[in-house]
T-cell receptor, first 118, second 115 residues
Framework: GAGVSQSPRYKVAKRGQDVALRCDPI?????LFWYQQALGQGPEFLTYFQNEAQLDKSGLPSDRFFAERPEGSVSTLKIQRTQQEDSAVYLC????????????????FGQGTRLTVV | AQKITQTQPGMFVQEKEAVTLDCTYD???????LFWYKQPSSGEMIFLIY??????QNATEGRYSLNFQKARKSANLVISASQLGDSAMYFCAMRPNQAGTALIFGKGTTLSVSS
């Protein structure tokens, strides 16, 4: 597609339920990022992939959060045993180049998945 | 600590006027990149403009310009000739060269443009 696509756009989960959020980056983009955006806040980094390798997962808030990008394209962010504090918009972004090679690596964002845990 | 500060929760401007959105940053890295993104109500983050720490001139992209004052560690966004479609949330972000690959975002400023 032309841009970064995320699905679902909206997800309501009962507390304790597992959820999986999908990101389709722009074709050919090497770098893929996941961010978490709480209401009224700026996005906060969760994890980074360079192709299929997860090079940085320092932002994942707990071991309930897991991300993968097995073929270096589509990525899935999984949250196990969801809690109310997990309610947020989850943004995916992709960049053409390897992030560490250039600071001017424009990231293209998807529209996000709004997760509400009830 | 790497940090972005946006002190204006909300800004109001009339159509065709210029507006400045403030951003200050904190980093000990000698090289870094500064970004501005627009987030309309649809949720997507739209890239507006980039400034590298070693760039000699302030960045400009159409109606957007970045007032970069390195000594003061500020990177204010100037939007000229505001349009109704500029109403959105605006985020300043930084990528420190040596501190990882992720963007560090501020809390954002809500811009409202009225006719």
């Amino acid at each position: 597609g032309a841009g970064v696509s995320q699905s679902p756009r909206y997800k309501v989960a009962k507390r304790g339920q597992d959820v999986a959020l999908r990101c389709d980056p722009i074709s050919g983009h090497v770098s893929l990022f996941w961010y978490q955006q709480a209401l009224g806040q700026g996005p906060e980094f969760l994890t980074y992939f360079q192709n299929e390798a997860q090079l940085d997962k320092s932002g994942l808030p707990s071991d309930r959060f897991f991300a993968e990008r097995p073929e270096g394209s589509v990525s899935t962010l999984k949250i196990q045993r969801t809690q109310q504090e997990d309610s947020a918009v989850y943004l995916c972004a992709s960049s053409l180049r390897q992030a560490s090679l250039s600071m001017n690596t424009e990231a293209f964002f998807g529209q996000g998945t709004r997760l509400t845990v009830v | 600590a790497q940090k972005i500060t946006q002190t204006q929760p909300g800004m109001f401007v009339q159509e065709k006027e210029a507006v400045t959105l403030d951003c200050t940053y904190d980093t000990s890295d000698p090289s870094y990149g500064l970004f501005w993104y627009k987030q309309p109500s649809s949720g997507e983050m739209i890239f507006l403009i980039y400034q590298g720490s070693y760039d000699q001139q302030n960045a400009t992209e159409g109606r957007y310009s970045l007032n970069f004052q390195k000594a003061r560690k500020s990177a204010n966004l100037v939007i000229s000739a505001s349009q109704l479609g500029d109403s959105a949330m605006y985020f300043c972000a930084m990528r420190p060269n040596q501190a990882g690959t992720a963007l560090i975002f501020g809390k954002g400023t809500t811009l409202s443009v009225s006719s």
